[in-house]
């Protein structure tokens, strides 16, 4: 599984992010998904979708190796964490997501439930084996 | 309690204080949210006589236990307050992705009281709530504003605001959000605007607290599947609500110049495939939906290049057809100018069209206008017109009352084509030849509006010139379709795909705890719909069945020509429909609740005040 | 000649189609147009807002082959 993007399906109805949080966290709160859904309005009026696609960037930088590679993804370990937010600065697609509640940034685990349930197939596996539900 | 964010936000613009309250259990068990909580407390709350437009109004906001949570279509808003525009109960639904927010900051519902002594915005920040200056965003329009506010917050506030035209009250000025979405109708952005009420952003990072956590998760899954299934699920996107324009003028209801046919010659330069030829950008969804209905666009002429969120069907209805402006990009050009304006573009369509046959029959002269015209056809006319509307000048301070007040200053016999019940303008539907459709604009409660009922399909199926069955239908949808602004839902799953209504009690068990048959819920949207009957009882004298008439055009006005030449709708029809109706309702003949209904739809405590307009 | 058409509806007529089914396969004797299988399904065409043939729009005059799908649409309920 690799999430793949097509940005001009994205109809910023944010399910993405509800999943993911619900998958995660097991919370109706779609600020703790681990991706961002950016609208650029008034103009161009379009959306951007940004996903991690696990280039280890923020794990090369973590001071205390709380990421590391498990199969095909960078998994964020939260009881090593120690908040220091370098991850989330050297993410060069701004997918480390902070939120206040949470002392751990939260990172995308490459599960691909915003794949199954994306409306638009605006996320995709780009290895074509997840699929959105349904028929 | 469990899909509830569990307090309201009190907020007094004269004191310029704030209180953050416990929501009351009795408010949620007896009235759900969304509009159940804006009826309850428009009735409690707003003294009897209030001004519409003075500091006593209140303007109620509320999203639904369901709001925000993980189903489709769990993002829309509610806003109410006591309507300038009919004197009488008033609400508006909204989009986007406002509503999901006020959940995640943590409020059921905000209570905006008094009159701020300069213009100001609300803004909310989980529970760090301000009224913050908007001396720099005054005079600006509507859109503008959300971009200012956008660029001086962040990207992550959700933003609501009103333009111009709310701050001049013109009386259906309307609420914009997210860049092309609104809360168009009853005119409760002049209501902020009365308030110096500019703007509200909203930021929240709460989670909403639900009581089966995992059966809410698998339910929802569910019913984002099942939407995904659906037949035509794919097809429908594309073109959205403005995929009906083809139809409603093969059957002869699609209103053109100014409601005087049903049909529009050039409907194909305006209709659905126009759109997505011509115009389109983006599809664009309001929170958790799988069918985006917006159309944001850009339209490019050598005059104009900008971009709108539409046109929906309702505004190529109003302002393509019925002012006859006959290609999209004009259309959408019109419609953007209203956006910026904030003017709601159904009412602004209808008042724009009434005042070109205003001019047509020498009601309105061109001396009274500077020289200028107000032709149909004249998307020039129409911008220009749009703009002393926003600004109150001159014949646009007239109009800005709306058609019917506009009517009855004008004289001319021009009451007779104000095509507008209760003092709101009739919506995107020409009823003369579907006696269950036209029965809907006469008694939905808020005015002529067609989102309480719509049923030209059912007129069309069951026989247009039949009258059985008509009112009870017109009943049926009428507790329907508010209880999704109760549960703060969107319906079009259910409307354009044929979503099943079951999932909902399903869903709202697993979210609230709450044990609800479809038709438990169903009984909460009658107590509501006999609520706002006895507010508007309340507040306006005289109110009853002579304001559930449509316009004299209707009843005695053949349709010229197209697929429902020569029908129109005696008053003898309507009073036959109305009578059924009423018996329905377990009103009288005066369209009054019964002691017996009140107390069968458990709000008795409105009895005291309605038993005196009985007699 | 005499075959399968594979009808799907979209909203609410459904409850107007055979059995009220979504999806169903209907016998039909071929080439014939929409409007012909609609009156074979005893549905008014005034209550069908458009049609898709193997997912292309097709006017209600279109003609229908052999192993096609299609796919009814409601008009919408609205507002």
């Known amino acids: 599984m690799r999430l793949k993007t097509e940005s001009r399906l994205c109809s910023g109805c944010k399910v993405c992010l509800t999943i993911c949080a619900l998958s995660h966290f097991g919370e109706n709160n779609p600020k703790k998904g681990a991706l961002r859904v950016e609208g650029k309005f008034p103009t161009p009026g379009i959306f951007e979708v940004h996903v991690c696609n696990q280039c280890g960037a923020c794990a090369r930088v973590c001071p205390v190796e709380a990421i590391q590679k498990q199969d095909e993804a960078f998994v964020l370990d939260r009881a090593a964490c120690i908040a220091c937010m370098a991850c989330v600065d050297e993410c060069p697609f701004g997918v480390l997501i902070v939120h206040p509640s949470e002392p751990a940034p939260i990172k995308c685990d490459n599960c691909g439930e915003c794949v199954r349930y994306c409306p638009r197939d605006a996320i995709l596996d780009g290895d074509g084996l997840v699929h959105r539900v349904g028929k | 309690m469990n899909g509830y964010a569990g307090n309201i936000l009190r907020v007094n613009l004269t004191r310029r204080t704030h209180r953050i309250e416990p929501l009351d259990s009795d408010l949620a068990r007896d009235f759900i949210g969304g509009r159940g909580f804006v009826a309850k407390l428009l009735w409690d709350e707003v003294p009897p006589g209030a001004d519409p437009l003075g500091p006593d109004n209140k303007i109620i906001i509320s999203p639904g236990p369901l709001t925000g949570t993980f189903l489709p279509g769990a993002g829309k808003l509610e806003w109410g307050a006591k309507s300038p525009a009919t004197g009488g109960y008033g609400d508006s639904n909204i989009g986007g992705h406002i509503a999901p927010e006020v959940k995640y900051a943590g409020f059921d519902a905000i209570i905006i009281e008094g009159q701020a002594s300069e213009p100001v915005y609300l803004y909310i920040n989980d529970f760090d709530i301000e009224l913050r200056s908007a001396s720099h965003l005054w005079g600006q329009g509507a859109l503008r504003t959300e971009a200012m506010l956008k660029e001086e917050l962040g990207e992550k506030y959700q933003i609501c605001t009103i333009g111009p035209a709310g701050e001049n009250k013109v009386l259906f000025a309307c609420i914009s959000h997210d860049f092309g979405r609104q809360a168009g109708r009853t005119g409760i952005a002049a209501v902020m605007g009365s308030k110096n009420l500019k703007a509200m952003a909203v930021h929240g990072t709460k989670t909403i607290p639900v009581a089966d956590p995992a059966a809410s998760l698998e339910i929802g899954k569910q ?43 050039k409907y194909k330069n305006i209709n659905g495939e126009a759109l997505i030829s011509r115009i389109k950008v983006t599809d664009k969804a309001c929170y958790a939906c799988p069918i985006p209905c917006g159309k944001y666009s850009r339209v490019r002429k050598p005059q104009y290049d900008v971009h709108v969120e539409g046109p929906e069907y309702e505004t190529i209805a109003l302002i393509g057809g019925n002012t006859e402006i006959d290609n999209i990009e004009d259309v959408a050009y019109a419609n953007y100018i209203q956006d910026e304006f904030g003017l709601d573009s159904i009412s602004g369509g209808n008042v724009v069209g009434f005042a070109m046959e205003c001019f047509e029959k020498g009601i309105i002269r061109s001396e009274d206008i500077g020289g200028r015209t107000l032709n149909f056809g004249s998307v020039e006319d129409f911008v220009w017109l749009s703009e002393e509307i926003a600004y109150r000048r001159g014949i646009g301070n007239i109009l800005a009352d709306g058609v019917k007040k506009a009517s009855l200053a004008f004289g001319g016999g021009s009451e007779r084509f104000a095509i507008q019940v209760k003092g709101l303008e009739w919506s995107g539907y020409e009823a003369r030849h579907a006696p269950a459709m036209m029965l809907s604009y006469m008694t939905a409660d808020v005015g002529a509006h067609h989102n309480r009922s719509w049923a030209i399909t059912f007129d069309v199926a069951t026989g247009r010139d039949k009258l059985e069955g008509k009112a009870k239908r017109v009943t049926e949808l009428q507790h329907i379709r508010p209880l999704f602004d109760m549960l703060c839902l969107c319906r079009l799953q259910w409307v354009e795909l044929g979503f099943e209504l079951d999932w909902y009690p399903k869903i709202f068990q697993a979210v609230t705890g709450q044990a609800r048959t479809w038709d438990d819920l169903l009984a909460f949207s009658e107590r509501v719909w006999n609520l706002t009957r006895c507010y508007s009882l309340r507040e306006i004298p005289g109110f009853g069945r002579s304001a559930d008439y449509p316009p004299a055009r209707f009843m005695e006005e053949p349709i010229p020509d197209g697929p429902t030449a020569g029908k129109y709708m005696p008053r003898k029809v309507i009073d036959r429909l109305l009578d059924e109706y009423y018996a329905i309702r377990g009103w009288d003949q005066k369209g009054i609740p019964t002691s017996t209904q009140l107390c069968k739809v458990g709000i008795d405590f409105a009895e005291a005040t309605i038993a005196p307009l009985r007699v | 000649m005499m075959g399968i058409i594979h009808v799907c509806v979209r909203g609410h007529v459904v409850k107007y189609f055979p059995s009220e089914l979504e999806c169903f396969d209907f016998p039909a004797e071929f080439p014939l147009t929409i409007l012909e299988l609609l009156r074979s399904l005893n549905v008014d065409p005034l209550l069908i807002m458009g049609v898709s043939v193997n997912g292309t729009k097709q006017p209600k005059d279109a003609l229908i082959r052999l192993g096609d799908e299609v796919l009814f649409f409601s008009p919408p309920a609205g507002g």
């Open chain 2, 223 to 265: 019913m984002f599947a099942a939407c995904f299934n659906k037949p035509g699920f794919v097809e429908w996107t594309p073109q959205g609500t403005a995929g009906v324009t083809d139809w409603v003028n093969e059957v002869g209801a699609f209103p053109t110049r100014n409601f005087t046919s049903g049909f529009f010659p």
